[in-house]
């Protein structure tokens, strides 16, 4: 789904934020990508969303190298990726429904399209019913929520989470994961960034660690006692 091949990111300042990165997400598999702050996981995550492009080596996605994908066809290419944040960037005067439609809007579905595209979203984050709500009157956990119903309701092949538990207690923490699960169970490949080493330790999937730009092997981590 997602290939790094010997890929670098310099910044125009000349800060150098991914070295030589290899690194493949399969089809349908869900994976963690963690290390510490300042380590590259952001700019991994927006080397993939064409944000930033590659200093030097090969990013590809089902095998299409996106060094070819020109600045008109970006949004093309971002439509089939779910992006989540960590704080949500949510449009706080909208409300919960107009936010979850705008990817359909872009898109120009149409009206009866898109509310039933946007409640069966809204059903599948467990928000059905607050529709009208302006995200305020949300808890955290459910801006969080109306955030990931967003990245779906177009029903992308890939999800990109930054730090979607940032801010969350480790009960809410865990729902969201588990509702990464159930979009992962129907065939969505999921790649989520973390600090959140607790909560990586209690599931059962693929991590990749990066530090100073750089993606450690597994033998690297073991040798360290899976500090980062
Ligand atoms: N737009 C930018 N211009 C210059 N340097 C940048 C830019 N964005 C990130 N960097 C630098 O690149 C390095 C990696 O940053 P990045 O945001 O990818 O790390 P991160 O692992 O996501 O960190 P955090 O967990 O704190 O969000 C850092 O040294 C950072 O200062």
């Known amino acids: 789904m997602i290939q790094f091949e010997q890929v670098s990111k310099v910044y125009s300042g000349g800060q150098t934020a991914l070295k030589e990165v290899n690194f493949h997400l399969r ?6 990508l963690t290390g510490h702050s300042g380590a590259g996981k952001s700019t991994l995550l927006k080397l993939i969303t064409v944000i930033e492009r590659a200093s030097a080596g090969r990013v590809a996605i089902n095998g299409y190298d996106i060094a070819k994908v020109g600045p008109k066809h970006v949004p093309f290419l971002r439509r089939h990726i ?7 960037h949510l449009l706080m005067d909208k409300s919960v429904f107009d936010n979850v439609a705008l990817p359909l809007i872009i898109e120009g579905f149409s009206h009866g399209e898109i509310r039933k595209r946007v409640a069966g979203a809204l059903d599948m984050v467990g928000l059905y019913g607050k529709e009208r709500h302006l995200p305020i009157m949300l808890s955290g956990g459910e801006q969080q929520r109306v955030g990931i119903a967003r990245a779906i309701v177009n029903k992308p092949p890939l999800l990109l989470a930054d730090e979607p538990t940032g801010n969350l ?3 809410l923490s865990m729902d969201i994961l588990r509702l990464f699960e159930t979009f992962n169970d129907a065939g969505t490949s999921v790649l989520i960034a973390t600090h959140d080493l607790g909560l990586i330790a209690r599931m059962k999937y693929r991590t990749f660690t990066l530090r100073q730009g750089r993606m450690l092997d597994n033998e690297e981590i073991g040798q360290q006692g899976g500090s980062l």
Not at 27 to 32: D, N, S, V
Not at 82 to 88: A, V
């Open 27 to 32: 089809q349908g598999e869900m994976a963690f």
């Open 82 to 88: 779910g992006m989540i944040f960590q704080n949500h």
């Open 169 to 171: 207690d480790p009960k």
